[in-house]
């Protein structure tokens, strides 16, 4: 099993269990894992803004894969954890987001609080 460098929350780490995806493994400076999950979030930059829902698609000790119905731009930094209340939640910086079938997909990498 693949463990993170960085201290990662308890419910993230069961995504380390799934197994492993892409055809640029030994290109990727981390592996990334199959794990589809669902997740709470919300904007740092905007406190006042929505909460939202996410499914997590893929995970690795650097960032997460997730889906959410409406875009957020790249460089914003977003708060995501298992549950509305964001208990062990972690940040991530969304590095890229692409309209999909049913919502658009972020790439985003972790970030210290």
């Not at 400076?29 to 794990?35: C, E, G, I, L, M």
């Not at 698609?57 to 997730?66: D, H, M, Y």
């Amino acid at each position: 099993m693949d463990q993170p460098t960085r201290s990662i929350p308890e419910w993230l780490s069961e995504g380390f269990e799934g197994e492993p995806t892409d055809s640029l493994l030994n290109k990727r400076d981390n592996v990334r894992h199959v794990w589809v999950s669902f997740a709470c979030g919300r904007t740092v930059d905007d406190p006042e803004a929505k909460s939202f829902t996410a499914k997590t698609f893929n995970v690795s000790r650097g960032g997460i894969g997730i889906v959410v119905r409406q875009p957020i731009e790249e460089g914003i930094t977003i708060e995501i954890g298992p549950d509305q209340g964001l208990t062990e939640s972690i940040r991530a910086r969304v590095m890229h987001c692409t309209q999909t079938v049913g919502g658009y997909k972020l790439g985003c990498l972790f970030v210290d609080k």
